[in-house]
């Protein structure tokens, strides 16, 4: 059955014929999913005065077989008759009976107790490896995705029925309802988060992006509704999101302009038509779940647990693409890490070069200073040439000295500094001097 979401009752009315039964043994009503809050049972068969609930919001301990669903037990009887249920919830109204001998309810239970318990195992172990993808690299994307997916592994626990099975004797069943309404409020907000994390990479459009963050601002509302009593109505604006949010991941994703941005050796793991695929089924999967919750189409057994086969493939294949993510960027470093490598190999090899040149031009200059140094001695007294020897010497001096101050200006010992020169004047002492 699918009604949406709904303030009033519902009733369903179930036929039992007893002539399909395989035993005269007591049968077991078993009723999915484990989020409704109240479910009566009327039976013809029971004293009028008699109520027989159960729900998510009594205790486990008062049902009358104890298991992940809700369950009935109930007599054959001898001839057919109708059951009636009342349905009261503030969730949407998603319901799927079965009147079932106690031996294939046992069944059942039991695959569906090893279900539940595979589904939170594989989140459990995706938590751990977000964890760990966490702690080697802490960054908003992988913090963001840890969060998400403890706020999925919690969801899931709870819409299996586990926190019913385990809490329920220890809280007020009304504060486990009111605790999983906000958890699902905290999955949408940090699911959202992620997404905007994740597409922040590829560059997509600035007004879609900041739409799409924007709709973080539903989470204060939702919880404001909740605590001033409008629970439905806060749990409606997920599923209106849930409808809308995937359309325009989808947006996002076939617009992305990494590709034409970025140069390619700073291009995301992920081509655009990877991503877009990527957002298309996530889209169809998320779809499965929220047509039915809104009533816009008939719940199948598929459709009734949509919600964890949602959380499940997209775990996965988040989880894969943050896989991908973390190698494509352990290259890039390599990559960068060896660049490094080579330029500071290179600027070894230049300062050794420059060391070793002056080194050169130091014995160079010394080894010029000496000759020079002995015809300034010789010449010293001699009056013909006397000046013209002088100045020779004084030029080559000067070379050498601009040559020493070259070779410390390129090891960056000396910083140089202009001044202005008279060209002129240096013209007719080059003149005098021939």
């Not at 690299?137 to 963001?144: N, T």
């Not at 504060?175 to 699911?191: G, P």
């Not at 739409?211 to 539903?218: S, T």
């Not at 600027?347 to 050169?360: A, D, H, S």
Request: overall charge neutral.
């Amino acid at each position: 059955m699918t009604r949406g979401y709904q303030s009033s009752p519902h009733w369903v009315r179930l036929s039992i014929d007893p002539s399909l039964a395989t035993t005269s043994q007591p049968h077991i009503l078993r009723i999915q999913p484990q989020y409704l809050d109240y479910i009566t049972l009327f039976d013809p068969l029971e004293p009028s005065q008699h109520v027989r609930q159960t729900g998510g919001m009594t205790r486990l301990s008062v049902d009358e077989y104890q298991s992940l669903n809700f369950n009935f037990v109930i007599p054959v009887g001898d001839q057919p008759r109708y059951l009636y249920l009342k349905i009261e919830t503030r969730s949407t109204t998603l319901l799927a009976a079965q009147v079932l001998p106690p031996s294939q309810v046992l069944r059942q239970d039991r695959l569906y107790e090893v279900f539940a318990s595979l589904l939170l195992g594989v989140l459990f172990l995706i938590v751990i490896w977000a964890l760990f993808q966490w702690l080697l690299e802490p960054s908003l994307l992988m913090a963001s995705f840890l969060v998400k997916q403890l706020a999925v592994m919690s969801h899931a626990a709870g819409y299996m029925g586990y926190w019913r099975l385990w809490l329920s004797d220890y809280l007020p069943p009304a504060l486990l309802n009111e605790l999983f309404s906000l958890n699902i409020f905290i999955m949408t907000a940090a699911a959202i988060w992620f997404v905007y994390q994740f597409l922040k990479e590829y560059d997509p459009q600035p007004w879609a992006i900041r739409l799409f963050a924007g709709c973080l601002l539903f989470f204060p509302v939702q919880v404001i509704l909740q605590w001033s009593g409008y629970t439905q109505m806060a749990l409606e604006t997920v599923a209106l999101l849930s409808l809308f949010m995937p359309m325009l991941g989808l947006y996002l994703a076939a617009t992305a302009r990494v590709w034409k941005t970025s140069s390619e050796e700073d291009l995301p793991v992920l081509s655009r038509n990877q991503l877009t695929l990527l957002f298309l089924l996530l889209a169809i999967v998320l779809w499965i779940y929220v047509l039915p919750v809104l009533g816009l189409i008939r719940v199948e057994p598929l459709t009734l647990y949509g919600i964890m086969l949602y959380n499940l493939v997209t775990s996965l294949m988040m989880m894969a693409a943050l896989q991908l993510r973390a190698r494509h960027r352990s290259r890039q470093q390599a990559k960068i890490q060896e660049r490094l490598l080579m330029v500071e190999r290179e600027v070894r090899i230049e300062r050794e070069r420059r060391e070793e040149q002056k080194r050169f031009m130091d014995m160079l200059t010394h080894e010029l200073k000496n000759p020079l140094s002995t015809i300034r001695l010789v010449t010293y007294g001699e009056t013909e040439y006397a000046s013209k020897v002088s100045a020779a010497i004084a030029d080559m001096q000067s070379i050498i000295d601009r040559c020493a101050q070259l070779g410390q200006i390129e090891a960056e010992y000396v910083i140089p500094r202009t001044d202005t020169i008279d060209l002129k004047e240096i013209v007719r002492n080059c003149q005098e001097r021939l």
